[in-house]
């Protein structure tokens, strides 16, 4: 098996003046790495998907900001903080489902306000080593979050995932994929069965890339395969990531997760939700409060096609998420461990 480990989603540019990005638009035809050292460079990576995976905007953000203030010029504090805060408001905005992009900057955001008599140049040092402490919090979580959730499978299991929730999406490991890569080391033998997910097929251009890349067992399946494929008993658990979860359990996650969610609940197959407690909004009661980004149409209609496979001037609905209510989910697994329903009193971390 290849060290998935060895591929670098966000890191800083060894000067520490750019954030390098591994462009997964162009997955998985290339490996090709990206040098951003704008604010607007990082927002339209992060709104592009050129970097995706709620933490791994999460950390791009950190990262990004922390670039960021390296170029602003004061003389003061609150001529610093001034143009800070800009950015992060500007940053923040690129994606409004994923929780942890705002959660980190708002980390950020306090490292500057908990330290009002420093200096600008120390400001910028303690900025740099909080976005290194959240990358390096963030792989943790991952491989903690693998180890909860590899002690709910057992070995040769079939899983389905959905969208990607693996080491491209997070620091390191990922999410919904850590148990599996754990798995693959100890020789557990997992088979895994990746829907394409529409319509920018993340499980076809990331998932099922890095799982091959790392010698995991995984096949590719259309997103409405999933039902022939669990009716045939080759699924024994479902795992997906998250994008934020409210506090009632209800999972915001890519569009598609919820109709997962309720054919495993058909078959009767666990369906478990991973992502670390930084998804967990504390203000968000319910999945009716959560704000659900709607994308381009073109996605939808000719964005993978050599001619446009739609009429023109038809409707299309592109919601880059649902919610799964939280009633079909079997458990969530953060790297605090296991929460089971009711999700009211298990989720209070």
């Keep these: 098996m290849k060290n998935i480990t060895d591929l670098k989603t966000v890191r ?3 000067d520490l003046n750019a954030v390098v990005i591994l462009d997964q638009t162009r997955l998985p035809a290339e490996e090709s790495y990206l040098e951003l050292s704008s604010a607007e460079e990082i927002w339209d990576a992060i709104y592009k998907l050129k970097v995706r995976g709620a933490p791994a905007i999460g950390v791009a953000a950190a990262y990004g900001i922390y670039v960021c203030s390296r170029q602003i010029q004061a003389a003061s504090f609150d001529e610093f903080y001034t143009e800070f805060h800009r950015i992060k408001e500007y940053l923040a905005g690129a994606r409004p ?7 980190f900057l708002e980390r ?3 490292v500057v306000l908990d330290n009002v008599s420093a200096t600008v140049s120390t400001l910028v040092e303690l900025l740099h080593d909080e976005a290194i402490t959240i990358r390096e919090e963030d792989a943790a979580a991952c491989r903690r979050i693998g180890e909860y959730a590899l002690s709910l499978l057992r070995p040769g299991m079939g899983i389905l995932t959905h969208c990607n929730a693996g080491h491209l999406a997070v620091s390191e490991y990922g999410t919904a994929l850590a148990p599996v890569y754990l798995g693959e080391e100890r020789g557990y033998g997992f088979k895994v069965f990746a829907d394409e997910t529409r319509p920018l097929l993340q499980g076809a251009r990331l998932t099922a890339y890095e799982l091959h890349r790392a010698g995991v067992d995984v096949t590719l399946i259309c997103d409405n395969m ?10 024994q658990a479902v795992v997906v990531g998250c994008d ?4 009632n359990g ?4 890519k569009i598609g997760t919820s109709g997962v969610a309720v054919l495993a609940r058909h078959y009767g197959i666990p369906f478990y939700v991973l992502g670390p407690t930084s998804t967990i909004d504390k203000q968000c009661p319910d999945g009716k409060s959560i704000i659900i980004e709607e994308r381009a149409p073109e996605e939808v209609s000719e964005m993978w096609y050599t001619h446009r496979m739609a009429p023109d001037d038809i409707h299309i609905y ?3 998420f649902d919610v799964t209510p939280h009633g079909l989910i079997t458990a969530i697994i953060t790297e605090k461990g296991i929460a089971y329903p009711p999700f009211e ?3 209070k971390l």
């Design 97 to 103: 489902t994923a929780v942890n992009l705002v959660a």
């Design 226 to 235: 999933a039902s022939s494929v669990m009716q045939k008993g080759w699924v």
């Design 108 to 110: 950020m955001e306090k």
């Design 345 to 347: 009193e298990s989720l």
């Design 244 to 247: 934020r979860v409210a506090m």
């Design 250 to 253: 209800d999972v915001a996650n």
């Design 318 to 320: 592109n919601p880059a």
């Design 12 to 14: 800083l540019r060894d």
